[in-house]
């Protein structure tokens, strides 16, 4: 038996917005983009850091930053 086809990452984030504001229930959101970036960019980097086998010249390299970027960005999500 096959797995389903997943969502385009697009559409994953367009519903998760969408719950997201109907759970403020009207109330104004805050900090959406940060909250969006952060939420996106752990996973990002987990999933790039284990296709490159830890590696993180190479990992840099997939990402198209720099590797002292990318260690910034891993030390600020403890995946260093």
Known sequence: MSEPTPAPLC?????ALKHYFEQLQGEAPSGVYDLVLC?????????IMDYAGGNQSRAARYLGINRNTLR????????E
Do not use: T
């Not at 559409?11 to 519903?15: L, M």
């Not at 939420?39 to 999933?47: F, I, S, T």
């Not at 910034?72 to 995946?79: A, I, M, N, Q």
């Open 11 to 15: 559409k994953c984030v367009e519903y």
């Open 39 to 47: 939420e996106v960019e752990r996973p990002l980097l987990k999933a």
């Open 72 to 79: 910034k960005k891993l030390d600020r999500h403890g995946l």
